[in-house]
């Protein structure tokens, strides 16, 4: 070799190891937030399902991505504060499955992506322009369950014989029950049925307003959907059983602890789902360009042995219709 050319050549290595040395530089560990508006150790946690949607996208947790949690633990007032406290943590993007946990991540920052999983009614809330084109920095499944409200008192008067007046267990610090209450009023009216409201903010609130539901004569109750409620459904079970209130409820978790009926969407379906959406972003999708995913399917779910100690009879047909009948 010409001393000219190995010149030339230890030149242009000297130059490529800077170059490769950067190439294999490890990028930074993508940071995913996640505001959860129950309590991390309620078992089913729906958490568990979007964690089982990132392993199943090959994502390892401390090893290809950094989980950073907060929970509210069921008081959706929290929830703000706790939004603003990730967006200053600077994770890439923020899971706020519920409608409230979106709304206050959405309220805390409009350029952080922001993915839901179990929120209802995104246009309703003004969290997205439209479905097809949400157009901002949120997205995510659907779980649409401010659609069905109809439905479930439907239901309820199917089951309840001479059904005129029903409670329903709110909670008005959650931004969804506003909307819940807007399809309840005119479902409730085309049935011939009145609507009582009652409130449970906090679990202490509670018995209050089981025993408001009671003084006022309901025949059912509907518990709207609420990470309050469903951390605490056993107690909001045993409380419905103690009054002799026959309870209709939206996720199917209600009727695994004796809950009558629940008719809903499958949350951890929808949780699983939310971890594809963080997969797009991270992969450079934008939020605001991915189309809202909406429910194909809602469940049915009845616990016979409930309705036999309400003295209830449940019609062949109905039953027939249940995705899933609990008979012990």
Known sequence: ???????????????????????????????????????????????????????????????????????????????????????????????????????????????????????????????????????????????????????????LKDVVPGLTRVAVLANSVNPIHALFRRETEPAARELGLEFQLVEARVPEDFEPAFAAATRGKAGALIALDDALTYNFRSRIVALAAASRLPALYGYREFPDVGGLMSYGANMASHYRLAAAYVDKILRGAKPGDLPVEQPTKFELVVNLKTAKTLGLELSSTLLSRADEVIEE
Do not use: C, H
């Open 1 to 155: 070799m010409k001393r000219r050319e190995f010149i030339m050549l230890a030149g242009g290595t000297a130059v490529a190891w800077p170059l490769a040395t950067r190439a294999q530089k490890p990028q930074k560990m993508p940071r995913i937030g996640y505001l959860g508006a129950g309590i991390l150790a309620v078992k089913p946690n729906p958490r568990d399902a979007f964690m089982q949607g990132l392993r199943e996208l090959g994502y390892v947790e401390g090893q290809t991505y950094t989980l950073v949690e907060r929970y509210a633990d069921g008081r959706q007032e929290r929830l703000p504060e706790l939004a603003v406290e990730l967006v200053r943590l600077e994770v890439d993007v923020l899971v706020a499955p519920t409608s409230g946990a979106a709304k206050a991540a959405m309220d805390a920052t409009r350029t952080i992506p922001i993915v839901m999983a179990g929120g209802g009614d995104p246009v309703g809330l003004r969290l997205v322009a439209s479905l097809a084109r949400p157009g901002g920095n949120v997205t995510g499944p659907s779980m649409m369950n401010t659609e069905i409200i109809g439905k479930r008192m439907q239901l």
